[in-house]
């Protein structure tokens, strides 16, 4: 986030300019003292921005036949939706304050121009000596005995000799450019206009380049004379002027009588070393990266695991129906299921409590069942007045979701897999309504995640797979979860979270059928944004969760 980038420059500045005050200011080193300043200045920006990277492995050894179900410990910002639109509030207040403080910044920043312009256009009305660089001007001006990039503007009425002085002065402002100091440091006050710091920084600069000119200007006229003529003509200078007498002057002419410093007192400079040290430990970035190693090793006895779709599972071999809540089993003809249990009038003995046949997805997935093929229940999150997150650029994950939804289904139908939405559109859907039916194969909620807070680093920005340990029949859905990561992690452009993650959430608590929710990004984070609002890139994410599901299937 710019804002917590701008608050750690903040903090670099504040230690640069604690360490020139109390070591470097009353030093008489001015042309140093201007390298340090601006040179400080420069990497209290930069310092924030560098990353050091720790690369760590880890080597795991797991056997070659075994699919071991791994969970992050991650928390999730997932929440189930409660409540009506006239509950929600959008409005992101953190944004809100972002957004203000960069309007002040441009508001700064055109005042600056304008000032420049405005300067500018008043010079033009006054009359050019012989010297072209040197602009006359009446006494009542209120710009005068100042320098203005490489333009002198001098009082007309002045006295031959003081006007000299005056040129003299203002010309070591033009010929080392402090122009250029004053036009850095002011673009960076209205960057940081909100700390303090820099405003003292500027007034240094300020002092600095003051003294550069005093230290020239002494060595042709009597210090006496100079400091009475600073006097004479002290007046209130404009920030991006050079001024020959700026108020206050106490400090410039305790410096032209103070005594140089000797040489050796050069090497204090180099307490710029440990400063700049002290800010890469605090503020330089850390980023881990762990690579994982991976020894497979063959397994001396394979396990086989067995796979129920659904609460009621058809044995076909043995004509058996064996209903796993109530632990029940009667024999049933293959005609009998056939005839009862796919159009849903199977005797209440199974357990069922109500028929099969409902309004919306579970009617069409009634349909589906007749033709006894898999059947994939996609739903998109959220919708209608459950607009979820927005995205910085106003994307709603709403909108992002049934988008992605819609082409998962596309590419399954290419497949000849059977699929349905809970919605279609953006329309308003509860929790329980999206639960799918028994007789579906298994059931994928799309997503994309967001940080709840503007403020708050975006830790993951790639895709991750939920399921619910709560649900009863977990372990199917880790398995289908298992399916889905280790094909997705075939993915190239984004990064894919390979662990489980444990989330209550009513459509993966309480299905009754193997049931996922995937993130597909954060959307947080621009680039995970630009990724995921690829067509081409929602296709092959599609796929991936497809060859997933078809191994899962097949099972």
């Not at 300020?206 to 006229?221: I, Q």
Request: proline share 3%.
């Amino acid at each position: 986030m710019i804002l917590l980038y701008l608050l750690k420059v903040s903090a670099c500045i504040a230690i640069f300019f604690a360490a020139y005050k109390l070591l470097l200011s009353k030093l008489t080193f001015f042309k140093l003292n201007r390298i340090y300043l601006l040179s400080a200045l420069f990497i209290s920006f930069v310092i924030p921005v560098l990353t050091i990277e720790h690369k760590k492995e880890i080597v795991v050894h797991q056997t070659a036949s075994e699919k071991s179900i791994v969970y992050s410990n991650d928390n999730a910002f997932e929440k189930d939706f409660v409540g009506a639109e006239s509950e929600i509030d959008n409005t992101n207040w953190l944004q809100v304050l972002e957004y203000s403080y960069y309007f002040i910044i441009a508001v700064l920043l055109i005042r600056n121009i304008f000032l420049m312009g405005y300067i500018q256009s008043i010079l033009k009305k006054f009359t050019v000596s012989k010297k072209a660089s040197i602009i006359l001007v009446q006494p009542n001006s209120k710009i005068k005995n100042c320098s203005f990039f490489n333009k002198i503007i001098i009082d007309s009425s002045l006295p031959d000799v003081e006007r000299e002085l005056v040129i003299k002065h203002e010309s070591v402002h033009v010929n080392q450019v402090h122009v250029i100091d004053k036009l850095i440091v002011n673009t960076v006050a209205c960057v940081l206009w909100l700390n303090p710091i820099i405003y003292f920084w500027r007034n240094e600069i300020y002092n600095n380049h003051e003294f550069l000119a005093d230290e020239e200007t002494v060595e042709m006229t009597d210090k006496s004379s100079y400091a009475t003529l600073l006097l004479q003509l002290a007046m209130p200078s404009n920030n991006l002027i050079n001024s020959f007498s700026k108020l206050p002057l106490k400090k410039r002419i305790m410096m032209m009588y103070k005594k140089p410093n000797s040489n050796l007192q050069r090497f204090t400079y180099l307490i710029a070393i440990p400063v700049i040290s002290i800010c890469c430990l605090a503020f330089v970035n850390q980023k881990e990266i762990i690579t994982t190693k991976v020894i497979t090793e063959k397994a001396d006895v394979k396990k086989d695991i067995g796979l129920v779709n659904t609460k009621t599972s058809v044995l076909t071999d043995t004509n058996t129906i064996v209903n796993s809540d109530a632990n029940l089993t009667k024999e049933y003809t293959v005609e009998e299921i056939n005839q009862n249990f796919l159009i849903g009038s199977v005797d209440n003995n199974l357990g069922l409590d109500e028929p099969i046949e409902k309004l919306g997805i579970d009617a069409e997935i009634k349909k589906l069942a007749l033709a006894n093929d898999v059947i994939l229940v996609i739903d998109a999150g959220h919708g209608g007045q459950d607009g979820a997150a927005k995205s910085q650029s106003g994307i709603k994950e709403k909108d992002l979701n049934l988008k992605a939804a819609q082409i998962l289904k596309e590419e399954a139908e290419k497949r000849g897999i059977k699929v349905v939405l809970t919605r279609d559109k953006d329309k308003f859907i509860s929790l329980r309504d999206r639960l799918p039916q028994e007789t579906a194969t298994a059931f994928i909620s799309i997503h994309h995640n967001s940080m709840p807070r503007a403020d708050v680093k975006v830790p993951f920005e790639g895709i991750e797979v939920f399921v619910s340990k709560l649900n009863p029949n977990i372990k199917y859905a880790e398995q289908f979860g298992a399916d889905i990561l280790e094909s997705l992690n075939l993915l190239n452009g984004i990064e894919v979270r390979d662990s489980l993650k444990n989330a209550n959430l009513l459509v993966l608590r309480e299905s009754k059928v193997p049931a996922l929710v995937v993130e597909l990004g954060n959307i947080s984070s621009e680039k995970s944004l630009a990724y995921v609002s690829d067509e081409a890139n929602l296709r092959r994410i599609s796929n991936l969760i497809l060859d997933g599901f078809v191994k899962f299937s097949k099972s």
